[in-house]
Nanobody, 121 residues
Framework: QVQLMESGGGSAQAGGSLRLSCAAS????????MAWYRQVPGKQRELVAS???????FTADPLKGRFTISEDYAKKTVYLQMNSLKPEDTAVYYC???????????????WGQGTQVTVSS
């Protein structure tokens, strides 16, 4: 089993920044990829960014240039740096861990509990 714990959510003004953290524990040796998703009420959860073993990353096109995924391998933690925040970035952000590559067609095998991000104008 893999456990994921997100932190760093909260409120920000438009144009501001937040950094989300996701700490993995448990059978972390099984993890191939980690990712951040977000979800707003009434909509499907969407892939924000992913990071695969070996270092390759994916960021959703609309978020490129503003959101960056990174990891601290020693701390077993993945981060999502969010800059130039917009009110439409308001959502619950979830961390996911996959035993295989995470893509828009393949979701993680494990999920965190989610952290709320609220951006005000």
């Amino acid at each position: 089993q893999v456990q994921l714990m997100e932190s760093g959510g909260g409120s920000a003004q438009a144009g501001g920044s937040l950094r989300l953290s996701c700490a993995a524990s448990g059978s972390i040796f099984r993890i191939y990829a980690m990712a951040w998703y977000r979800q707003v009420p009434g909509k499907q959860r969407e892939l924000v960014a992913s990071l695969n073993r070996g270092g390759s990353t994916f960021t959703a096109d609309p978020l490129k240039g503003r959101f960056t995924i990174s990891e601290d391998y020693a701390k077993k933690t993945v981060y999502l740096q969010m800059n130039s925040l917009k009110p439409e970035d308001t959502a619950v952000y979830y961390c996911g861990a996959g035993l295989l590559p995470i893509t828009t067609m393949r979701q993680p095998d494990y999920w965190g509990q989610g952290t709320q991000v609220t951006v005000s104008s």
